[in-house]
């Protein structure tokens, strides 16, 4: 019965019906639930890979999706529909000051990509061919196409690509946890060391927060580089595909640093739903291009539109983004709480808002421990509590990311369960 808590029942589970198969064959999801087609459900701590920030299946989404179906209006390419003007005015209503144009795109991969272009394309603008330099940030991702790859920071993803173009540098991420030294001077200092000149960067990428932590930016190092890429007419991009629309307490990630970039990439989150993206940015930047001169065939599609519009009404209707910072209190106390438990084996808890992270290591060391970081995961999987794989370095961090709709008293039993899953690993 749907009054009954959510962990208290696991319908005619049975583990070894599952060998050889996907461990969760999804048949429905609602608000913080998924469903198999078995009757077994299980608390979401995965927001479906940080989409689902509104809820699962929420009825206002669903209902925006038929009517614009039964309209019928499937498809536009790239002709205006009213949704689509009311979407751009939405977002660009909940950016800075300042961004206030608007490119809908279809993935966030597409988005970073978007940013890359443009970055590039102001960078010569500005300082001819040898300004295309784009820098990004060690073990950050920003997607599998091509350039996203190369911007990211992760070699493994970048094995595919032969033979690897110019103009794409990494620097360490100032985490305070694997990089202890947070400082700016690092920044500057690797580039010096690569043979950049300064005036030669088109752009700066940077995940808000480094989805495979979560890490997160030093204030001041943030502010910073937001005055350095003045400094050098070089364009900040601030990657919020993992991190917008109400995850971290603020609607967009870099707001906790006090700073405003000059292009955002969206996606993930933006729908709660349907594929769909964004980039937001100042007009000089976004004007460059005559219209009709960058398109995407699905290009504010008019159900994911419709989905997005509805979703971004529901966060601002619900103060969801509020409510996420309401309980990043309690998340962190739990976590923190853990790690004080077992110090032999969790590196480190970084919390912000409804996303979360724990380092799982060897004993006694920062060394990376995805063996046992899977066998956490696994056990919360069998008791109701459902994560994506484990992530980062080794698939060391246990990641959790719940719909922002989660009440205090699921988040808290979803805790609970955390915790009996470490004590009956590790005994």
């Avoid at 479906?48 to 009825?59: I, Q, Y």
């Avoid at 091509?146 to 991420?173: C, H, R, T």
Wanted: glycine share 10%.
């Amino acid at each position: 019965p749907e009054s009954l808590p959510i962990f208290e029942k696991l319908m005619k589970y049975e583990p070894r019906s599952m060998q050889g198969q996907p461990p969760v064959i999804w048949d429905s999801a609602e608000g913080i639930s998924i469903r198999d087609r078995w009757g077994n459900r299980w608390l979401d701590w995965s927001s479906c890979v940080l989409v689902a920030n509104a809820g699962h299946g929420r009825k206002e989404i669903v209902d925006a999706i038929v009517k614009k179906a039964q309209a019928p209006l499937l498809a536009t390419y790239v002709f205006p529909h009213e949704d689509r003007a009311t979407l751009c005015e939405l977002l660009a209503n909940h950016a800075p000051k300042g961004l206030d144009k608007v490119f809908l795109l279809s993935t966030g991969s597409e988005a970073t990509e978007c940013c890359i272009k443009l970055a590039r394309t102001r960078g010569i603008q500005v300082g001819g061919k040898r300004k295309h330099i784009i820098v990004s940030f060690q073990w950050a991702f920003h997607g599998r196409t091509y350039g996203s790859q190369m911007a990211g920071g992760l070699p493994a993803l970048k094995e595919w690509i032969a033979d690897a173009p110019q103009g794409f540098v990494n620097v360490p991420f100032p985490d305070g946890y694997r990089n202890t030294d947070t400082s700016f001077a690092v920044f500057e200092k690797t580039l010096a060391d690569a043979g950049v000149n300064p005036d030669d960067v088109a752009g700066v990428m940077t995940e808000s927060y480094q989805g495979a932590g979560p890490h997160f930016l030093p204030t001041e190092y943030a502010k910073k580089l937001e005055a350095w890429c003045a400094a050098h007419k070089a364009v900040l991009i601030m990657d919020e595909v993992q991190s917008g629309f109400g995850r971290t307490g603020k609607y967009f990630m870099f707001e906790h640093y006090g700073v405003t970039p000059d292009l955002i990439a969206c996606g993930k989150g933006i729908s709660s739903s349907l594929p769909i993206s964004a980039v937001i940015g100042r007009p000089e930047i976004m004007d460059m291009y005559a219209p009709g001169s960058m398109t995407s065939t699905h290009s504010a599609s008019p159900l994911p539109v419709a989905a997005a519009i509805e979703s971004i009404r529901l966060i601002d209707r619900e103060k969801m983004t509020e409510n996420a910072a309401t309980l990043e209190k309690p998340l962190g106390e739990a976590l923190t709480r853990l790690a004080q438990k077992y110090p032999d084996v969790v590196g480190c808890v970084f919390v912000k808002g409804l996303v979360a992270g724990m380092q799982i290591v060897k004993p006694g060391t920062k060394d990376p421990n995805g063996e046992l970081a899977q066998r956490i995961n696994e056990k919360c999987f069998h008791k109701g509590l459902l994560m994506f794989a484990p992530v980062g370095l080794a698939g060391s961090c246990i990641k959790i990311a719940p719909p922002l709709c989660i009440t205090r008293e699921a988040l808290d039993e979803g805790c609970a369960v955390l915790a009996e899953a470490f004590a009956e690993v590790l005994g």
